[in-house]
């Protein structure tokens, strides 16, 4: 097929673009990232439910602390950089053993930061929990040697995800059937850390595998200082951007635990469980989507900004359904899986869920400053929206407790991602997308008179 401009054009019958769309390189590379989300889903949801229902409200609670510090320091551990990667990887084809020799020796000086950082913050809790630093630490173990699984930035570039999705979905299984034997055995909360540590670990080891099957060797990665140097330099903007988007999902059972209590704290964990599971995808849908936005950027910048449209448009919708169908299920969905002890979880449910109306939108958003370079925005969206998000919490738990922590998220996600983004000049034009596309329907058919024309 003849390229214009550097861009294919669409298929011309219906039919053919449907094809088109099903089999293309991104819609396979997104349907495979997609089941691995969703196996992964479905493990944290059905085995965090036993886990829960295990430990009851006040150890589950305690469970949730240790893996939100954890969620919380690993963009550190990370340097912030899965989407700096991916481009670079995308655009440099021939430096990929230096690109990812160079990632990988940071991510192993920020795990081992994150580690030192984790056992401090635990042992100066205010949390009763017996052996909480050594907890805190081996969690954070199991992020160091999970280095490897910084290869999915490779797959997803290459849009060959595949095996890597084969061995990932393996090491879910696995591991969750360890947790449920613990569980069966009587285990409490230590064992169930140590699973948890495994499960990072082992995620690491089956990008390795994924990587030698892929044709690729250890040994040819190499560190390039003046790369690692750019990365640094990166990096600061993106750790702190990815700290506070981190922020946004866990700082609140952090709050809630040293506010309140470890009981509160895991009523809360609870409704953000069956909340935030919804806001695995589309980050998935969208990594997948991000190397086909870069080329659209860099040959059609016209097409580059309707399909942005398209896709805000999409998350909104997706959003609103997630948000309807959860708040009418709320009480039932808590009752059936949680059992009595957790009903009050139900409420929180009701309010966190919205939420997802502009959590949905900004992993688009984050795709969009990497592909403009606006990392120093970036940072200051999400550290506006995460300090608001501090500062409601502060405010809210202490007399409002769960319930005030959910209704401190709902704001700071609207804040920032349409608040914040609107006071910039670059980020304006963003904004407005967003905003035009919580009112989807009333744009329905010229989204679907748009998905009949070319490009």
């Not at 963009?75 to 430096?95: H, M, Y």
């Not at 849009?159 to 591991?175: C, D, E, M, W």
């Not at 635990?257 to 809360?268: H, L, P, Q, V």
């Amino acid at each position: 097929m003849t390229k214009i401009g550097g861009v294919e054009p669409a298929p011309t019958g219906f039919r053919a673009r449907l094809r088109a769309a099903l089999t293309g390189s991104t819609a396979r590379t997104a349907g495979w990232l997609t089941a691995w989300k969703l196996a992964k889903m479905a493990s944290a949801l059905f085995v965090g439910i036993w886990i829960a229902r295990h430990l009851g409200p006040e150890d589950y609670g305690v469970y949730a602390y240790v893996m939100a510090l954890m969620v919380v320091m690993t963009p550190l551990a990370s340097f912030g950089l899965a989407s700096a990667v991916t481009k670079d990887i995308t655009l440099e084809p021939g430096k990929i053993a230096e690109i990812l020799g160079t990632t990988a020796v940071l991510r192993l000086f920020g795990g081992a930061l994150v580690a030192a950082i984790m056992v401090a913050i635990a042992s100066f809790s205010t949390l009763n929990a017996e052996n909480l630093p050594l907890m805190a630490g081996v969690v954070a173990l199991g992020g160091i040697v999970g280095f490897g699984a910084l290869l999915e930035y490779l797959f997803v570039a290459k849009q060959v995800v595949k095996p890597f999705v084969l061995l990932s979905i393996s090491v879910i299984g696995l591991t969750a059937l360890a947790k449920a034997a613990i569980m069966l055995a009587g285990g409490g909360i230590e064992p169930l850390i140590a699973a948890s540590s495994a499960e990072f670990a082992a995620a690491g080891g089956a990008g390795v595998i994924a990587y030698w099957i892929w044709g690729g060797r250890l040994r040819d990665w190499r560190v390039n200082l003046a790369r690692a140097r750019l990365y640094l330099r990166r990096g600061v903007p993106l750790i702190a951007s990815g700290f506070t988007a981190a922020i946004y999902l866990k700082i609140d059972v952090i709050f809630l635990a040293e506010i309140r209590s470890a009981e509160e704290a895991g009523m809360y964990a609870v409704a953000a469980r069956l909340s935030e599971i919804w806001f695995l995808l589309p980050p998935i849908l969208m990594s997948a989507a991000f190397p086909r936005l870069l080329q659209l950027r860099r040959d059609a910048p016209g097409l580059y900004q309707r399909r942005l449209q398209l896709m805000f448009d999409g998350l909104a919708a997706a959003a609103t359904g997630v948000a309807v169908v959860m708040t009418l299920a709320a009480g039932p969905v808590v009752a059936l899986l949680f059992g009595p002890a957790f009903a009050p979880a139900a409420a929180i449910l009701m309010v966190h869920v919205w939420s997802s109306l502009f959590s949905f939108p900004r992993a688009l958003v984050s795709k969009w400053f990497v592909a403009e370079d606006l990392y120093t925005l970036a940072l200051l969206n999400n550290a506006f929206g995460a300090l608001l998000n501090v500062v409601l919490n502060l405010i809210l738990i202490p007399p409002y407790g769960a319930m005030g922590a959910a209704v401190a998220t709902l704001i700071s996600y609207a804040a920032a991602t349409v608040g914040a983004l609107a006071l910039s000049r670059p980020g304006r034009p963003v904004a407005i997308m967003i905003v035009k596309a919580l009112f989807w329907p009333r744009r329905l058919p010229d989204l679907l008179r748009l998905m009949r024309v070319r490009r």
